[in-house]
């Protein structure tokens, strides 16, 4: 398995340490490390991804979006925001073994389990977790970042 630990650059950070309020009306959204798959958009909410300590990210997936079986350092937390999730736990996509989420669903991807996710119409998804953030893809042929 090829590890792949990314430094993520920081869109905008929408709210401080010291207390964090935002809308989502207020997120401000760019282009995802390219760790992912090309097309999902991501907005920090909280914390730097790329240092040690807690982050609190949101993506946003487009329709027919695909994340090739993968595993992080620490343990991850996803919550659906709005639209569709499909994720499963194991070494490859398989979208009959994975669970159907829906806005309010969540998830916990335990530290070095392997996953995959998908959504067929598009997703909004809140993901927290330790840093730094750090994504291994289980085929290293589906990492975006060595194509």
Same mark, same amino acid.
Request: charged share 15%.
């Given at each position: 398995?090829?590890?792949?630990?990314?430094?993520?650059?920081?869109?905008?950070?929408?709210?401080?340490?010291?207390?964090?309020?935002?809308?989502?009306?207020?997120?401000?959204?760019? %282009?995802?490390?390219?760790?992912? %798959?090309?097309?999902? $958009?991501?907005?920090?909410?909280?914390?730097?991804?790329?240092?040690?300590? $807690?982050?609190?990210?949101?993506?946003?997936?487009?329709?027919?979006?695909?994340?090739?079986?993968?595993?992080?350092?620490?343990?991850?937390?996803?919550?659906?925001?709005?639209?569709?999730?499909?994720?499963?736990?194991?070494?490859?996509?398989?979208?009959?073994?994975?669970?159907?989420?829906?806005?309010?669903?969540?998830?916990?991807?335990?530290?070095?389990?392997?996953?995959?996710?998908?959504?067929?119409?598009?997703?909004?998804?809140?993901?927290?977790?330790?840093? %730094?953030?750090?994504?291994?893809?289980?085929? %290293? $042929?589906?990492?975006?970042?060595?194509?």
């Amino acid at each position: 398995m090829l590890k792949t630990t990314v430094a993520v650059v920081i869109l905008v950070s929408v709210a401080s340490s010291a207390g964090a309020q935002v809308n989502s009306a207020d997120l401000k959204w760019g %282009p995802a490390p390219a760790v992912f %798959p090309k097309g999902v $958009q991501m907005a920090v909410l909280s914390g730097d991804p790329a240092k040690a300590g $807690q982050f609190v990210i949101r993506l946003k997936m487009p329709a027919d979006y695909k994340i090739p079986a993968h595993h992080h350092p620490t343990d991850e937390y996803v919550t659906v925001v709005s639209g569709d999730l499909g994720l499963g736990m194991g070494d490859k996509l398989d979208p009959a073994k994975s669970a159907a989420l829906t806005a309010g669903g969540f998830a916990v991807a335990p530290k070095g389990m392997s996953h995959y996710a998908f959504s067929k119409a598009g997703a909004v998804v809140q993901v927290s977790a330790e840093g %730094p953030f750090g994504m291994t893809y289980v085929n %290293p $042929q589906d990492d975006p970042t060595k194509k």
